[in-house]
């Protein structure tokens, strides 16, 4: 019974191997998971002529046909500096694609850092809505804002008008860590 154990060899520097490998493994997948982490993506810049679309349009395209089941639109792309509406009026900037065959505005956040603006790839509970996308759909005056109401903001259609119907679709996706 002198050579019995349990729980494998207890010889004290085989149980620091051991340790030191879990640590290195552990490591090891700490930093794999931080590389696969999505970044941000940068897709235009500010310029003193406007903004000048850096990022890769098609890839954008696919992404949110995709997500808005428009598998054959054919967008057209501008980048926007806008106010929001409702309790205050803050600048923001986002990609507009709009496929004016089928009255369809799609937006998306675009965040402004030095002179670049970015795509925004990384979700956290207080910036859902910059990972949002969203679809309007309807003739002009339907084309996606941003609102500040009780402090936060949100993406919406238009402005409420009497006898003008908006289609309101928002996706958000979530990339893998």
Same mark, same amino acid.
Do not use: H
């Given at each position: 019974m002198d050579n /019995?154990? *349990?729980?494998?060899?207890?010889?004290?520097?085989?149980?620091?191997?051991?340790? /030191?490998?879990?640590l290195i493994i552990a490591l090891g997948c700490l930093s794999a998971a931080?590389?696969?982490?999505?970044d941000d993506e940068l897709f235009a810049r500010i310029t003193p002529d406007g903004f000048q679309i850096t990022g890769d349009r098609q890839k954008l395209g696919d992404e949110i046909s995709g997500?808005?089941?428009?598998?054959?639109?054919? /967008?057209?792309?501008?980048? *926007?500096? @806008?106010?929001?509406?409702?309790?205050?009026?803050?600048?923001?900037?986002?990609?507009?694609l709009r496929d004016p065959k089928r009255? *369809?505005?799609?937006a998306r956040w675009l965040e402004p850092r030095d002179s670049g603006l970015y795509l925004v790839r990384s979700f956290a509970n207080d910036n859902y809505?910059?990972?949002?996308?969203?679809?309007?759909? @309807?003739d002009s005056g339907c084309e996606p804002i941003v609102s500040v109401i009780n402090a936060n903001r949100?993406?919406?259609? @238009?402005?409420?008008?009497?006898?003008?119907?908006?289609k309101k679709t928002s996706a958000m996706t979530m990339y893998d860590r």
């Open positions: /019995f154990v *349990i729980f494998g060899n207890t010889n004290p520097l085989n149980i620091r191997m051991k340790s /030191f490998l879990n931080a590389q696969s982490a999505p997500l808005i089941s428009e598998k054959d639109a054919n /967008f057209e792309y501008s980048v *926007i500096k @806008g106010k929001t509406s409702g309790d205050r009026a803050e600048t923001y900037f986002a990609v507009l009255n *369809i505005t799609v809505w910059q990972v949002m996308t969203t679809a309007c759909t @309807g949100q993406w919406n259609c @238009g402005t409420p008008i009497e006898g003008k119907e908006c």
